[in-house]
T-cell receptor, first 112, second 115 residues
């Protein structure tokens, strides 16, 4: 079974802090994604990566950056956290040539 | 651009009743379509997918969906609801190919099953 893990299930940070969310997948997938999930808005794509050190902006990249130094790991960075970044963050991965995405359990981030 | 509309942000059914969750899509190319389920405090899990083979697709936990091109729909059904089906359900459509194979998700439908 594909396993996607996220470093924290719950996280509380203060406004202005730098926040790192980590995601690891164990299936040698090429593509990895970061979404945020908010009530009534579904999942919105923040960034994705299609190879090591390769990344592209999704639909809502403002206020976020990402890093992919190793194939199995994809990090989401909030350079200076703000209260409007309070949300559920979901990581997903998929292999080359496929659309089926495998999701991690999510990190519920609260910025106070 | 690809988009997905899920009609009804909340649906309630009685245990044993038919479950019908609606999904309509728009796509400039032949789409692949997916239904995912999210249980409380968990990530999304694939229920079923349509990838241009049979138009009636069967998934896990007794769910199925029918791709209807003429109606641009991919509604999710289950003949008899169980309490364990209470969850949020998301429909997703493929985007045109780019540097990675992306999905566009609907806004979700929260299913409540009443005893």
């Amino acid at each position: 079974d594909v396993k996607v893990t996220q470093s924290s299930r719950y996280l509380v940070k203060r406004t202005g802090e730098k926040v790192f969310l980590e995601c690891v997948q164990d299936m040698d997938h090429e593509n990895m994604f970061w979404y945020r999930q908010d009530p009534g808005l579904g999942l919105r794509l923040i960034y994705f990566s299609y190879d090591v050190k390769m990344k592209e902006k999704g639909d809502i990249p403002e206020g976020y950056s990402v890093s992919r130094e190793k194939k199995e790991r994809f990090s989401l960075i909030l350079e200076s956290a703000s209260t409007n970044q309070t949300s559920m963050y979901l990581c997903a991965s998929t292999g080359a040539g496929t659309y089926e995405q495998y999701f991690g359990p999510g990190t519920r981030l609260t910025v106070t | 651009a690809q988009s997905v509309t899920q009609l009804g942000s909340h649906v309630s059914v009685s245990e044993g009743a038919l479950v019908l969750l609606r999904c309509n899509y728009s796509s400039s190319v032949p789409p692949y379509l997916f239904w995912y389920v999210q249980y409380p405090n968990q990530g999304l899990q694939l229920l079923l997918k349509y990838t241009s083979a049979a138009t009636l697709v069967k998934g896990i936990n007794g769910f199925e969906a029918e791709f209807k091109k003429s109606e641009t729909s991919f509604h999710l059904t289950k003949p008899s609801a169980h309490m364990s089906d209470a969850a949020e359900y998301f429909c997703a459509v493929t985007r045109p190919s780019g540097s990675a194979r992306q999905l566009t998700f609907g806004s979700g439908t929260q299913l409540t099953v009443l005893p």
